[in-house]
């Protein structure tokens, strides 16, 4: 399922991953459902967050990565500040 999942995500161009949503017929042959590039960051309720804390990440250090990843890619600061402000608005919202 991991090399499925990475396959969808490759071949719609999703770099920094996202939530692949498979789902195995009767005779396991995995279907396709949706991919979401944009993964949640709610501290309880999102599924990245949750899978993180499940593996042994925890949220403030979930976020400091995804601002890490995200700064290497972004071309503008105002794009850049635009996602960091979006973060730090759900750290506040849901502390």
């Keep these: 399922m991991l090399r499925v999942s990475a396959e969808f995500l490759e071949i719609l161009g999703c770099q ?9 017929d009767a005779d396991g042959i995995p279907n396709f459902i ?4 944009l993964a949640g960051l709610n501290e309880i309720s999102s599924d990245l967050p949750i899978l993180a804390r499940m593996n042994g990440f925890e949220y403030n250090s979930l976020l400091k ?3 890490n990843l995200q700064k290497k890619e972004l071309n503008s600061y105002k794009i850049f ?3 960091f ?11």
Aim: no cysteine; charged share 20%; hydrophobic share 40%.
């Design 16 to 24: 920094d991953g996202g939530r692949v949503d498979v789902r195995l």
């Design 34 to 37: 949706e991919v979401n590039p």
């Design 65 to 67: 990565q995804s601002w």
């Design 81 to 83: 500040l635009s996602y």
């Design 85 to 95: 402000l979006y973060l730090l608005s759900l750290r506040i919202n849901y502390a």
